[in-house]
């Protein structure tokens, strides 16, 4: 019960976020969305910080098994290029997700200032894993290594940040979701992948799941933290 019962919340609390924002969000709302007594939310969850804390943890766990899910179905998926493409049609199909993978300032920003202690460290974890991620992917020939590492990294994460932002800022409702990942992909893999990258990501993908699990595990533990009952 006491876990049916703090996913309801989890629930009610990411549907407000995305439709109100941050700051406009009391728990007195989550509470009635949730048709749960405030007292109740507060059983769960000492603070609000803590609580949408909780929500992004979440969703940033379940997207981490989508990638996880791929990379063991398909090495394939493992590439710079797949795995552009996968955070992409993820953030169309859950807005929490937009919010983690953009870096939404008004949502993160306040929580970074209201719960450092919770959020640094696994905002740390996020950017050491993408970041091992690329060293793995080199070590391995699959990405080109005419690039210092931390220019390769903010390519990457630039590439992407700027699909998912000018989104929000036209309307090609002509361009599909699925065309718009297609073209990001392409254009990380034309940027940053060997010509034989999908040949050489088969003998890296056990250490990107490692990698990747581990960063999910962490979330879990996470989660279970923040949870009071």
């Known amino acids: 019960m006491s876990d049916d019962r703090a996913g309801m919340i989890l629930d009610a609390a990411g549907e407000l976020l995305v439709a109100w924002g941050y700051r406009r969000v009391t728990i007195e709302d989550v509470a009635r969305r949730a048709g749960v007594g405030k007292g109740t939310v507060y059983l769960h969850f000492a603070t609000k910080e803590v609580l949408f804390l909780t929500v992004l943890m979440r969703e940033q766990a379940r997207l981490l098994d989508r990638f996880l899910t791929a990379f063991r179905a398909d090495p394939s998926h493992a590439l710079p ?58 070590e391995h020939g699959v990405v080109r290594d005419d690039l210092e590492p931390e220019t390769r990294l903010h390519a990457f994460v630039a590439t992407l940040t700027g699909f998912l932002t000018v ?3 036209r309307t090609d409702e002509e361009i599909p979701p699925a065309a718009r990942a297609d073209a990001l992909a392409y254009i990380v893999r034309s940027s940053l992948e060997t010509p034989d990258a999908r040949e050489r990501v088969v003998r890296a993908v056990p250490q990107a799941i490692e990698l990747y699990r581990s960063l999910r595990d962490l979330l879990i533990e996470g989660i279970s933290r923040q949870q009071l009952a």
């Not at 996968?86 to 859950?94: C, K, N, P, R, T």
């Open 167 to 169: 989104d929000s800022y």
């Open 81 to 138: 290029s797949e795995l552009a493409r996968l955070a992409y049609l993820s953030v169309h199909e859950d807005p929490i997700i937009r919010l983690i993978v953009t870096g939404d300032a008004e949502t993160l920003g306040a929580l970074a200032r209201t719960g450092a202690d919770h959020v640094g460290p696994l905002m740390k974890a996020r950017a050491r894993t993408i970041a091992d991620y690329f060293e793995i992917m080199r």
